[in-house]
């Protein structure tokens, strides 16, 4: 999910979790960037500036690689005062509040921060206060617990933790000496004392964590890491854990394998000055999740408009749209269903694709195994039920199919206000044609409505209509596709009943009256549809046409497939010339609704039909090549 363009596309399993208040932040020195202070790195060297020295080969040696905490402990050493460099970080970290959107980021992740319970848990490695500033110009009700006094991080927890720290407005020598920087200070936190090796321990166990504001060599992500990395070596499983990232224009495979490298989930942005896709990203994130329902509608309405097709990578409309009408609460998929115009119906091939796994089922209400299944895959508009909606269980099966939920009726409903879209004819058929109760009943209550709008001639009402819908109104070909698709005479995928097994049972009992019902249902006329050729050649040209082979190809065929090699041996043996009689009723039967079909499809009439193409001749010639099953019913 992009919120903003050329932002980056966080993954809907990161956002299912933080719907669900299982996720954590945890704020690095980056989100301070918009109040112009530094990142560790600027720190450290800001510390040497400031205290006059200059870096000797050691303290150089590991300013080179990223030891920024032993650079500092190396300055604390030479100084022979750990109070005098902490100090010196007060005047450091004064932040420029004038600044452009200085605290914006902050008020940001507060807003993400708050569960819906209303509790806020948050961590920062950060020694500043600008958390604190925006807590006390806002008013704002929030907590805060500072290093080494931690909290639990369980279900009670509730305020900011500054896990390393928190510079006080008039920091005692004490509070400095709390402060951890140095990498005697992280020895003592992760190593020794423990004291936050066991909070992060307990915190990645129970949340998502999710690191915004973090550099991909930053020595305070590697300690985070490791401490994951050694409740996993006993064997103690934890969610993922996400990161906000950067990369260069070539480099981005290299960043990303570097972040997998630690067991980290990268969430990566093109890098820009000052890092402002990161903020505008964290920003909508928080204005969408604070409005709630009202943020996902107003996505919906804005990539409605867009369209599908103007979706890229940069901006990615397809995205945003899917993670919004999927919502359960189901009113952003309401407000797609009745937005006006009716959304263009190339949305349907994306609400098609199957691009959620095993870990996006519960966003959708339904429990998972606890064991992850790879092979699943599934789209928006063909998913797993919550069992609420799922039919039971039976070795008997009674005829009763799940239920839609209200973002699958509400795309039922956007539908059917494309009745005059033979795309739609086509996609329903190529899934198998056979609607759903629910669906069945929307169309038919639309096209009675759509006739009783016809029947009253207000032509006020009907452009109306057209302007809110305007593929709404099917032209009558478009209607007699609907009639067969309602009827059930579209044939459906799987709908293929197994004729040697009735051959087998046949030769062993004869012709039974269940065995010729069977041969019945089995020569019924079912019609297959697929995309007219002209619409092949002329595909930017608009359909306009009113005869149905203009808008779809079509053929009749039988529900069994590939009748004549089926029954040929068969057709030769003295027990089907005698059981044929028995079978005149049945096979004219079939035969007469075979013509009739054609009439309704337009090929047929009084005076000619399509067997004088398929059957040119009346007995046995090479020119019945038997292409067409239908013509069965005339051989037998």
């Known amino acids: 999910m992009q919120f903003v363009k050329n932002g980056p596309d966080i993954p809907e399993t990161l956002l299912q979790a933080h719907e669900d208040g299982r996720v954590v932040f945890f704020c690095g020195a980056g989100v301070s960037y918009p109040a112009g202070l530094p990142g560790f790195g600027g720190l450290v060297d800001e510390l040497y500036r400031e205290l006059g020295e200059t870096p ?178 006993r064997g103690e499983a934890s969610p993922e854990m996400f990161a906000f990232g950067s990369y260069k224009r070539t480099n981005e495979e290299q960043i990303s394998n570097e972040w997998r490298a630690k067991n980290v989930v990268p969430i990566l942005y093109k890098e820009s000055v000052g890092h402002s896709n990161l903020h505008k990203t964290i920003r909508s994130w928080a204005n969408t999740y604070r409005d709630g329902v009202r943020g996902k509608e107003r996505i919906v309405v804005d990539c409605a408009l867009a369209g599908p097709l103007s979706s890229t990578k940069q901006d990615d409309f397809v995205g945003r749209m899917l993670w919004a009408i999927s919502d359960q609460q189901g009113s952003a998929a309401k407000r797609f269903a009745e937005h006006t115009p009716a959304p263009t119906l190339d949305w349907l091939q994306h609400f098609c694709e199957d691009r959620y796994r095993h870990t996006d089922l519960p966003r959708f209400g339904v429990e998972p195994d606890r064991r992850p299944n790879p092979k699943l895959k599934f789209s928006l508009t063909r998913r797993p039920s919550p069992y609420s909606l799922a039919p039971l269980m039976s070795i008997v099966h009674d005829g ?125 006329p079912r019609v297959t549809l697929r995309k007219s050729l002209r619409d092949m050649r002329d595909s930017f040209e608009p359909r306009q046409g009113e005869a149905l082979k203009e808008l779809v190809d079509w053929d009749v065929v039988l529900v069994m497939d590939h009748a004549h090699s089926s029954l040929t041996e068969l057709r030769q043996t003295p027990q089907w010339k005698v059981a044929l009689p028995l079978m005149l009723h049945d096979v004219h039967g079939a035969l007469r609704d075979t013509l009739d079909l054609m009439r309704e499809l337009g090929e047929a009439d009084d005076r000619s039909d399509l067997g004088m193409w398929h059957m040119p001749s009346v007995s046995p010639h090479w020119q019945n090549r038997g292409f067409n099953d239908w013509t069965l019913l005339i051989e037998s």
């Open 56 to 233: 000797d080969h050691v303290q150089a040696a590991a300013l080179k690689a990223f030891q920024y905490d032993t650079a500092v402990g190396l300055l604390e050493a030479r100084i022979g005062s750990r109070e005098t460099v902490r100090r010196a970080m007060v005047d450091i970290l004064l932040p420029d509040l004038a600044a452009k959107d200085a605290t914006t980021t902050h008020e940001a992740l507060l807003t993400l921060a708050r569960t819906k319970g209303g509790a806020t848990r948050l961590i920062t490695t950060n020694f500043d206060r600008l958390f604190q500033h925006v807590i006390d110009r806002d008013k704002l009700s929030v907590g805060h617990f500072a290093a080494p006094l931690l909290p639990v991080p369980k279900s009670r927890w509730d305020g900011i933790v500054y896990i390393h720290g928190l510079l006080t407005e008039a920091p005692t020598a004490h509070e400095l000496d709390q402060l951890v920087i140095s990498s005697g200070d992280f020895g003592l936190a992760y190593l020794t004392e423990r004291w936050a090796a066991r909070f992060v321990g307990e915190l990645f166990r129970n949340y998502v964590v999710c690191f915004v504001g973090y550099s991909l060599n930053d020595p305070v992500l590697r300690y985070m890491t490791d401490a994951l990395a050694a409740d996993r070596l």
């Open 400 to 524: 009763a199919a799940g239920q839609m939920d209200g973002v699958m009726s509400y795309i039922a409903q956007w539908l059917t206000r494309h009745l005059d879209d033979p795309a739609l004819v086509l996609w329903l058929a190529s899934l198998g044609g056979q609607l759903g109760e629910s669906f069945a009943w929307m169309v038919e209550r639309q096209l009675e409505a759509i006739a009783k709008l016809e029947q009253a001639e207000n032509v006020d009402e009907i452009n109306r209509f057209k302007a809110q819908s305007p593929n709404g109104i099917p032209r009558a070909a478009m209607r007699t596709l609907w009639r067969l698709l309602l009827a059930g005479r579209i044939k459906a995928r799987g709908q293929n009943f197994d004729v040697y097994q009735w051959m087998a049972q046949f030769h062993r009992d004869g012709l039974t009256t269940s065995l010729r019902l069977r041969l019945r249902d089995l020569l019924t």
